[in-house]
């Protein structure tokens, strides 16, 4: 008995803070709802007690063109990451080049650059050869977000395939390019949907790059489209709340599809039989 009210304990606990962690979403959807004239309120309403949809009315006349380049831009991003990033953690991993530790290091050390200095370094190039305010520059510099973490997941997941699998393709003639291809990457899935996910998530929510490098361009992502809407003097808050739900819901939606592979991707290789 006294293990049980133990376990309640520690449930109601634990429900408490998830509705304290989720209660900035709550707030984000209510206030989305908020008719102008209710904004200021005070107190304010709890529940969207006169509620109206304006807000997604102006998603959906301003918004969707940004929806659609933040999708392609972060498809984009996915593709390119995983070009990258899964052919060189295959060589880390099982090809070993010499160097390779080095390598390794300089990519850890890559994540911690911030990304303002590199979106100043990229603008530089950009104004130069001509690519600033382009979709693909964005993808561009989205990725160099996405490929350093994505070749640590890889190595490490790849470091922990069983070497007989490997030598069995070799067995049966297949080179280290078709090993990769045919053997490698199957069996890599959960490391690809965790890398994936990532690299679609980071270049979904970005603001510094896309403020940076694409202000002024014709195809512009949903960061800078909520960006828009908010002025010295017009405030749109139900509008921009409202794009922020539309643009949670993707993200959302990935989240709990992808969690059990995710787990099973991030944590792949840390414990070795």
Do not use: C
């Not at 008995?1 to 979403?25: D, I, N, Q, Y």
């Not at 395939?161 to 959960?190: C, H, K």
């Not at 800078?224 to 509008?239: D, E, M, P, R, T």
């Amino acid at each position: 008995m006294r293990a049980r009210g133990r376990g309640w304990w520690h449930t109601g606990l634990g429900v408490v803070f998830t509705a304290l962690m989720l209660f900035p979403v709550y707030w984000m959807i209510n206030v989305s709802f908020t008719r102008d004239q209710d904004m200021r309120r005070s107190p304010p309403n709890w529940f969207p007690v006169n509620g109206t949809l304006e807000g997604y009315r102006e998603v959906l006349d301003r918004q969707l063109p940004y929806l659609a380049t933040s999708l392609v831009v972060g498809l984009g991003t996915v593709t390119l990451t995983l070009v990258v990033s899964a052919p060189a953690a295959y060589s880390l991993a099982r090809l070993r080049p010499r160097g390779g530790g080095v390598l390794s290091f300089l990519l850890l050390v890559a994540q911690m650059i911030p990304g303002v200095i590199m979106a100043m370094g990229f603008y530089a190039i950009y104004l130069s050869t001509g690519v600033l305010n382009t979709v693909p520059g964005l993808i561009l510099a989205d990725s160099t977000l996405a490929v350093p973490f994505a070749v640590l997941i890889f190595t490490t997941f790849m470091s922990g395939i069983p070497e007989e699998l490997t030598q069995a393709a070799r067995v049966d003639g297949a080179g280290a390019l078709r090993t990769f291809w045919s053997v490698v990457l199957p069996v890599s899935r959960n490391a690809v949907i965790t890398v994936s996910l990532f690299a679609f998530l980071w270049a979904w929510s970005d603001f510094v790059f896309a403020s940076t490098l694409d202000q002024g361009g014709d195809h512009q992502p949903i960061t800078l489209g909520i960006y828009h809407y908010i002025g010295n003097n017009n405030q749109q808050w139900n509008a921009i709340m409202a794009t922020a739900v539309i643009a949670s819901i993707p993200a959302t939606v990935l989240l709990v599809i992808a969690q059990r592979y995710v787990a099973a991707g991030v944590t792949a290789g840390a414990v070795k039989d």
